[in-house]
Each structure stands twice: as structure tokens, then as C-alpha cells.
């Protein structure tokens, strides 16, 4: 892992790193030292590791409840290379759906696919991160939505360090078999009129996962209508279980 | 109104009074002056304005955000007399559940009825403690599941000092017109196997609200396993629109 940069504002940390071909960052309180919770953020589909809700979601936890917070761009995302194997499929399909075909067994194959490639790209990160003395060996939570579900199930439920999720705006179709495999608490968004993922596949999601503490919150408005308040309610989530 | 008793306990100070025939309960902070927020508890079906949920509930919201918190027992529970009219028509529908009959428009029908007395007689209540001076004329929130709900819907939509409200465990059929008059931020709490709610009568009652702002919470579990720590998502949701 290679520190690329390092910069501060208002009480926040940011490193820019990159760790064998995958570029990312770590946010830490200001003169932090010694372990603390690491909360990995996954992003949307076509954004980057440093989207401005990234950064606003980061810096609240850090702030808020002196987190560790991390990113890392998903292939053909941010500052990754284009991947011309990703990039003919993503074109595929959207043809495919242009032509009338039912985009969500498309967007699970194809998120299936990427999360074989990211499921050990962010363990790699988790690992790499916790090597640090501000970081340190405590307690990993996730928060990741849409495109961030699609690879956050199969990354949660690889992942045993992972003690609480937060996952929404996916459907059963692209992360059932890996849901059932979770096991640890977990907060799933739903936009209750989502025009990219179906209700009723939202809600077999959250029916999917082998959770014994599940919560589900839904809100009114379109996929990306996500209310600003779940940032707090969805920090103070992540706050119970991992401090 | 009347206060029939006071005692103080942790912080708390708890006036049992009687308003009319009404007898009702008033949490405040120990040594409270001046205009607070003031919360309403709607208790559930069988149990009293001091059930140790309904009093767990108000020492966290005085102790926690310095609210005024008030409750009522609905008539034919807690300190009320036995009402012959109501206790008939429970005895009734109680037969034509064993019977076969469907519950859900059997209660629906009764909570309505019991609501023409309940809707009044809370906002009365309202009306008398936010002339107490530890209490005023500050903004009004309701918490009420179960029957709580059933009773709560009709309070709010028709009360316009209610700015928020937590409700729950209720389906459409005892509420759904209420509901679409209701546009204050509201949280709705569902159990997923709600044996005696269906769950799709509760995804339609949410969809009734009228509120541009409205949460859906959903747990696992069945009617009566509403999770502890919704005790303090629903307290920081009415925190969010009282103060």
C-alpha cells in the first residue's frame, strides 16, 4: 500500500492510497492515533470513491464517532482504467434493456461478475488499512447502496471482520444466495418507488438475509431520492454495533 | 383537571391526574419550568397508561431530550370503569373470530368507534397540561402502536398541533381514510410476521399517509417483538421534529 497524498480539513483526515492496482482513500480524525472502528463505504453505479455523498458520509463519521472510514474506486469506476470486458457487457446490456428486456437479471449477472473481482479487493483493503497505527484492528462495518449493495452482500457476507451493514436500493435477483449468508445486523434502505429495482425484490432481499436483527426502513420517492436524515439514523446504526 | 398524585423517581416527576372522567399520567423533567415539546403515548390493546412499556418509554423521552410526555387510559382499560357498550361488542367480536370470522375489520370497526370518544378526550388532555406551566404551549408529538395506532391515526389527522408521529403494528383497514389526511413526518413501524396484522394491509396503511416525510420501520419478529432499541430511533425521530 502506497500513501499517495495527504490533506486535512476541519478535523478530517484524507489519504488518497493505492494498493496493488486498486486506487482508494482513508479518513481518520485529526492527530488520531490508536485503534478504532473502520467503516468501508462502497458507491454507486457510474460514481467514485471520492462522490461528494461519499465524502459527506465519511466525514460525518468520522466527526461524529471518530471512525475510521474507507473507499475504494470498483473497476471502471473513478480513477481506474477502463476494464474493455466490463465495458462491453455494461454496453450489452444496456442495449438489451433498450430493446425491452427485464434489466434486473442483467444488472445481477453483471454485478456477480464484478464482485469477483471486488469481494478480495476490499478484504485486501480492510487488511491493508487495519496495518495502520490509526486505524488498527477494530471492529469493520459497511455501508453501500445500489451498485454498493450489489457488491456489498457478496463482500459482507465474505467477510467475517464485517459486524454490521447497511444495504439497500438492490433486489433479491442479484445478492439472494449470498444474503442468506449473513448473519450480522443489518439496516436495509428501500426507495418505496424505486423505478430501477422492483418492491417486491427489495423487500425478498431483506427476507433473504439469515440476520437475526434486520431492519428495514422505506421511504417514499425514486432510487436515487434516498432522504438526507438517513444519514444520521444510519450512522447511529453502525455506532451501536461497532462501538 | 386535577392532580391527584405526584412523585419523583431518577430525574423524572410523574402527575397522576384526572381531567373529566379521563384519568391520565404527566412525566416531566424533576424541577421543569417553562414550555417543553410534549409527547402523547397511545398504550396498547389490554394494557394501561403506566404499563411498564409506556413508562419505560416516557422516562426515556424526559431523561433523554427534557420532553413532556403524557398518556391516557383508553376507556374500558387502566383506572376507567367497565363499559358495558364497549365490553359487549369485544365479547362479540371475540366469538366471531373463533368463530371464523376475519379480525382485521371486526377491530377495524371498533377502533373506530372507540376513537369518536379517544380523539376528543386526548386532545382535551393536550389542551389541560399544555396549560400546566412546565409544560406550555410548545409542539405536540405522538408515539402509539397496536391500538395505539388504530386510535392514534384519527388523533393525529384530526389534531393540528401533532407535528410528528411514531405508529405502527396497524393495517389499512382500520385507518386508511385518517391516514391520508395525516401530512406531518410520520414513523411506521411494521412487524414482518405480524400474526395478527397482515403484512400487506400494514404496507398499505403506509402508503395511505398523506406525509411527504414518512418512514417505514420493519423487524423481524411478530406482533409483540417490536425490538428494544426502537426505542431510541422512534425517540430520535420525534427529537428530529420537536426541537
Known amino acids: 500500500m502506497r500513501i499517495l497524498s495527504e490533506t486535512s480539513r476541519d478535523g478530517v483526515r484524507e489519504q488518497l492510497f493505492v494498493l496493488d492496482e486498486i486506487p482508494g482513500v482513508l479518513w481518520t480524525p485529526d492527530g488520531a492515533a490508536g485503534t478504532r472502528p473502520l467503516v468501508v463505504l462502497g458507491h454507486g453505479g457510474g460514481r467514485h470513491k471520492r462522490a461528494p455523498e461519499i465524502v459527506d458520509r465519511a466525514r460525518r463519521l468520522v466527526t461524529g464517532y471518530g471512525f475510521a472510514v474507507a473507499a475504494a474506486d470498483v473497476p471502471n469506476h473513478g480513477d481506474r482504467p477502463l476494464d474493455e470486458t466490463y465495458d462491453r457487457i455494461a454496453a450489452e ?30 478484504r485486501a483493503v480492510v487488511s491493508a488499512v487495519q496495518r495502520l497505527g490509526h486505524v488498527g484492528e477494530g471492529p469493520v462495518g459497511y455501508w453501500g447502496v445500489s451498485l454498493g449493495c450489489g ?18 436500493l438492490g433486489g433479491v435477483t442479484a445478492s439472494g444466495q449470498d444474503a442468506a449468508r449473513i448473519t450480522v445486523p443489518v439496516e436495509f434502505l428501500v426507495q418505496w418507488d424505486d423505478e430501477r429495482v422492483p418492491r417486491d425484490q427489495c423487500l425478498a432481499l431483506f427476507d433473504a438475509f439469515g440476520s437475526a436483527e434486520k ?29
Chains 1, 2 share one sequence.
Open 215 to 243: 431492519s428495514l426502513r422505506a421511504h417514499p420517492g425514486r432510487h436515487a431520492d434516498l432522504p438526507p436524515f438517513e444519514q444520521e439514523t444510519t450512522a447511529a446504526f453502525l455506532a451501536r454495533h461497532l462501538t
Open 151 to 168: 457488491l456489498g452482500v457478496p463482500f459482507v457476507a465474505a467477510e467475517p471482520r464485517v459486524r454490521a451493514a447497511v444495504l439497500g
Open 93 to 122: 446490456n444496456q442495449a438489451r434493456v433498450a430493446a425491452g428486456e427485464e434489466l434486473a437479471p442483467l444488472l445481477a449477472r453483471f454485478q456477480a461478475l464484478v464482485a469477483r473481482q471486488t469481494v478480495p479487493e476490499w
